[in-house]
């Protein structure tokens, strides 16, 4: 498995990171720790987790997904050998993150999440702590294809970019974490969160993890510019977007036990004009012999601007086609194919 810098830092990552969102909700504790052997078994030594997983977030399962992978890593005996990536959520009214009440990116607040997730990481540091999602209002992801309604609101209680970053200062101090990363970010955002850095106020960015695949590449060209420049990674999530660039859900189909099927969460893969892009991409896949699947994760490895894509699986199968695609060769008349397609079709999913 090709091992990647991340961002500026000496920490070399797998082009491949596990993703591990399904776990304590469509896959057991048993699932996720044979996930969890088999990958490393191939080489990956980076996973990425948050303290809401399992997807979707409720009171009941959050928090799993974390003790999960804290278990495997007592039983295994290989926490120095593994390179762990959680999150803390941005602001939100969902109030069972902190004992009842709502969350923001503040220091009592951020504390009270790293804290958390040690316990139930059952380690004293974490690698990479990234914000999940920003706490001002902005769209989902932060880069959406079409502006919509503009200017966005703004809390009059929202905290500064400055006083968070401060607090994420602290936990490199105290040894908590060992690096920062953004989640859902904008260039405007990176771009703030550097200034900051570069005034002393916190740690610098390392890495931002946004949604990039074929049917959303709106990390070109700003935020590629931004990241190329200032040295920050991009850690891509739904390389697959959300499983419609599997094939599974061509012509209208949702298997039974799919992910649409169950949760009805694929909104932003069923825009319109989505379902036709995604066809055109996953017949391409078909048309150079291989699975949609492994096509689409295969494109997002080669990308220059990725340090490590975060791939997701419900089933062994599943996550041996994503390993495989850090081995396929990607080629001229791919990377063209897939341009002409998007050069007529834009981004059709936010």
Known sequence: MQQRRLGRTDLSVSAICLGTMTWGQQNTEEDAHQQLDSAFARGVNF???????????KPDTQGRTEAYIGNWMQARKNRDKVIVASKVVGRTANDWFRDGRPSRLARTDIFDAMEKSLKRLRTDYIDLYQIHFPERQVPWGSNPNRVGNWPAPRDA?????AETIAVFDELVKAGKIRHFGLSNESSWGVMRFLFESEKGTGPRAV???NAYNLVNRAFEVN?????DREGVSLLPYSPLA???LTGK???GARPQGSRSQLFGRGQRYETPNAAEVQLEYNELARGFGMEPALFANAFVVSRPFVASNIIGATTLAQLAMALDSADVTWTDEMQQAVDAIHQRTGNPCP
């Open 47 to 57: 996973l990425d987790t948050a303290e809401l997983y399992p997807i979707p977030p």
């Open 157 to 161: 209680d929202e905290t500064p970019i």
């Open 207 to 209: 890495s931002v993890q």
């Open 223 to 227: 935020l590629a510019e931004v990241c």
């Open 242 to 244: 959300q499983g419609y």
């Open 249 to 251: 859900y061509d012509h």
